[in-house]
């Protein structure tokens, strides 16, 4: 069981994936062939797999740890509220549908 998410890479190409449990987002991006960087290989500790969740499902995104929210303050001329990085968001039934934009190589 998975669910269907719309994906934006940096250069606008739309994807639409399926996400299945027990993946990351970033997982499921790099298995779907979009390109993300991802300099620390999904470890949270390069903010280079870092992407904008739509606020309707945001929430669904689960909560940030406190080395994402280090990292994402060390980007915040780019981050928002909506930011998350992309390893560190966990499969969630609640984001199907969901919408992600991927931000621009820094």
């Known amino acids: 069981m998975g669910v269907t998410i719309k ?3 940096e250069a606008g190409v739309n994807y639409d994936i399926q996400w299945e449990d027990h993946h990351t987002l970033l997982e499921t991006l790099q298995a779907n062939g979009v390109p993300v960087l991802a300099t620390c290989g999904g470890n949270a500790s390069c903010a280079t797999c ?3 969740i739509d606020p309707e499902h945001f929430e669904a995104s689960g909560e940030r740890t406190e080395a994402e929210q280090d990292l994402l303050d060390m980007v915040d001329d780019v981050a928002n509220e909506y930011s998350r990085l ?3 968001v966990e499969y969630a039934p609640g984001m199907d549908g969901a919408e992600i ?3 621009a190589a820094m």
């Open 7 to 9: 994906v934006t890479d």
């Open 50 to 52: 870092h992407g904008f």
């Open 86 to 88: 992309c390893c560190q």
């Open 101 to 103: 934009q991927m931000q």
